[in-house]
């Protein structure tokens, strides 16, 4: 059985996101009952890439200054920050997203993201080496702070997945090449979580991102922090809050089966608000298993004609060529081309592995996943 707090929190207003973290640490037994004076702790911030706070892109600076509030006040201030971005320095993402002014005003200092070292994980179920960012291996505690957001890939994007910017620099790119298949993508990130083994994971819910998410996603009011041990529990009670079987979200599945969470809301306990109260059946998302399109991509012609892929949307491009090195492939699946409307990214749907790591580093929200009308007829119905 694992235990969630769920806290209804309507504003980034300071004061009343260290009330609704505080209630929720204090529900699960204190903030000292996960991490101690003696350790070095590491707080984890989803910084995706440079976005202001209001995109709902990346952890709100509220949330991170009640966590690190409740730690000092509790007299545990051995803290560092930071996270491996998907693009951007980490010290950019950080400044932009106005992390960097709350941890400079708690004299909080950023971390080591851009290198770090091997790490041989005997005991992992799939994976058994990692790249590991320098200022994880340097922390004796992680503080997992996540946020609520869709996700092309693996439909949600939450408090497993945060875990894999502890995985430093171009390694997370190649991470993607070395497992492009969604369900081995899962599996790694569960054996991720449990060698890194974060003390506690805070979602940040308060504003969440629908649509085109990672980054090029809409705002939402979702008026909700979630915390919990247990990342798996997270994530499921996020599937039902925006209505979306829990099953669809393969971290959430693998993450039962390889004995690392809850995926069933009777093996888990809510504290503080109601989940009902949380339920938003409107909240847009692809409410399709990622199960479907397995067998298909391994076909490759079915495969770029049938599975959900990203598609360009001209009137926005701009031609800047980040999808093209945001692409882990190498010879790369995209190209950049150019007609009488300008440059833009050209796509080999055969070779694409469908990560959608350019989609979420367009700086210009003119990517988005599409499904051919092929994938609508015969699989995606």
Do not use: W
Not at 57 to 85: I, M, N
Not at 256 to 285: C, K, S
Not at 323 to 337: H, Q
Request: hydrophobic share 40%.
């Amino acid at each position: 059985m694992s235990k969630v707090a769920i806290i209804r929190c309507e504003t980034y207003d300071e004061a009343k996101v260290y009330d609704a973290v505080k209630r929720g640490v204090d529900l699960l037994g204190g903030i000292t009952r996960f991490v101690s004076k003696e350790q070095k702790i590491l707080l984890k911030p989803n910084l995706l890439r440079p976005m202001a706070a209001d995109a709902a892109c990346t952890t709100h600076p509220a949330v991170f200054e009640a966590v690190v509030r409740l730690l000092q006040e509790a007299g545990l201030d051995k803290l560092t920050y930071g996270d491996s971005p998907g693009r951007g320095n980490p010290d950019r993402v950080a400044e932009e997203s106005g992390i960097a002014d709350v941890a400079r005003d708690y004299g909080i200092p950023l971390g080591e993201f851009t290198t770090g070292k091997t790490v041989h994980f005997a005991e992992g179920q799939f994976v058994k080496r990692f790249e590991i960012a320098d200022a994880v291996l340097e922390a004796d505690a992680v503080i997992s702070l996540c946020k609520m957001k869709t996700h092309g890939l693996t439909r949600l994007t939450g408090a497993v997945k945060n875990t894999y910017g502890c995985v430093y620099g171009f390694n997370k790119g190649e991470g993607h090449s070395r497992f492009p298949n969604v369900h081995d993508f899962s599996k790694m990130l569960i054996d991720l979580n449990t060698l890194i083994g974060p003390k506690l994971y805070i979602m940040d819910g308060v504003m969440a991102m629908e649509g085109n998410g990672p980054g090029s996603g809409t705002p939402v009011a979702m008026n909700v922090i979630l915390i919990s041990e247990d990342p798996v529990a997270i994530d499921t009670l996020f599937a039902h809050m925006v209505d979306i079987n829990p099953d669809y979200v393969p971290t959430n599945v693998y993450g039962a089966q390889m004995g690392f969470g809850h995926n069933r809301l009777e093996d888990i306990e809510i504290l503080g608000d109601d989940l009902a109260g949380f339920v938003n059946p409107d909240f847009n998302v692809e409410r399709i298993p990622v199960a479907d399109e397995g067998g298909i991509s391994r076909l490759k012609y079915l495969k770029g004609l049938i599975t959900r892929r990203p598609a360009v949307k001209r009137d926005k491009c701009v031609g800047c060529g980040v999808c093209m090195r945001a692409c882990p492939l190498d010879p790369k699946a995209i190209t950049m081309a150019e007609d009488g409307a300008g440059r833009y990214p050209k796509y080999d749907y055969h070779r694409c592995i469908r990560c959608y790591c350019c989609q979420e580093m367009c700086p210009e929200e003119a990517l988005e996943v599409k499904t051919p009308l092929l994938g609508k007829l015969f699989i995606y119905r």
